[in-house]
């Protein structure tokens, strides 16, 4: 009898460095939006002080992680980390397709592609806060692909996504 020697996954490597860059600037796009949007601190008032979120592509794939702190999200990085919300993205492929707009976040849950352990009430409040931080970091064109109701973005907030690309998401403001 022959022995098959055993067939390993690849690490798609060039997937996960920008599923970090992307969870880098989504962090940093989070701290600086929950700061100045009026309508991302309206969400946020429903969460508690001090609660972790963790998003996370299964298997041992890249993370980040936000807190929120009187009101604002607060990006703690790339980094493992106890959360009390963590939402996991299904393999590299499902993150990847999500992060360029090839899937939106609802065909992602409705597909099995993304679960969610913690409280379900917070976790549809971050979904929320996402969509909104998605209609700032992305272009109308595509959010009408991944978004099935895209927000306004009357020209105070055109400016403000220009600062969220500027200051936002390299210094973190």
Same mark, same amino acid.
């Given at each position: %009898? #022959?022995?098959?020697?055993?067939? #390993?996954?690849?690490?798609?490597?060039?997937?996960?460095? /920008?599923?970090?860059?992307?969870?880098?600037?989504?962090?940093?796009?989070?701290?600086?939006?929950?700061?100045?949007?009026?309508?991302?601190?309206?969400?946020?008032? &429903?969460?508690?002080?001090?609660?972790?979120?963790? %998003? !996370? +592509?299964?298997?041992?794939?890249?993370? /980040?992680?936000? !807190? *929120?702190?009187?009101?604002?999200?607060?990006?703690?990085?790339?980094?493992?980390? &106890?959360?009390? $919300?963590? $939402?996991?993205?299904?393999?590299?492929?499902? &993150?990847?397709?999500?992060?360029?707009?090839? %899937?939106? +976040? *609802?065909?992602?849950?409705?597909?099995?592609?993304? &679960?969610?352990?913690?409280?379900? +009430?917070?976790? %549809?409040?971050?979904?929320?806060?996402?969509?909104?931080? !998605?209609?700032?970091?992305?272009?109308?064109? $595509?959010?009408?692909?991944?978004?099935?109701? +895209?927000?306004?973005?009357?020209?105070?907030? !055109?400016? /403000?996504?220009?600062?969220?690309?500027?200051?936002?998401?390299?210094?973190? *403001?």
């Amino acid at each position: %009898m #022959e022995k098959y020697m055993p067939i #390993e996954p690849g690490t798609k490597p060039f997937k996960r460095i /920008f599923i970090k860059t992307i969870f880098f600037v989504l962090g940093r796009a989070f701290q600086s939006a929950s700061r100045h949007d009026a309508d991302l601190k309206a969400e946020l008032a &429903a969460l508690p002080n001090l609660l972790k979120i963790q %998003m !996370q +592509v299964q298997p041992n794939g890249p993370q /980040f992680n936000l !807190q *929120v702190l009187d009101g604002r999200l607060m990006y703690l990085g790339l980094k493992p980390m &106890a959360s009390d $919300i963590t $939402i996991y993205l299904k393999n590299i492929e499902c &993150a990847f397709d999500m992060f360029t707009a090839q %899937m939106g +976040v *609802v065909e992602g849950y409705t597909g099995h592609r993304i &679960a969610l352990k913690g409280n379900p +009430v917070f976790g %549809m409040i971050f979904t929320r806060c996402l969509f909104i931080v !998605q209609a700032y970091l992305f272009p109308k064109i $595509i959010n009408k692909r991944v978004m099935r109701r +895209v927000p306004p973005m009357p020209l105070k907030k !055109q400016l /403000f996504r220009i600062w969220i690309y500027c200051l936002g998401i390299p210094l973190g *403001v």
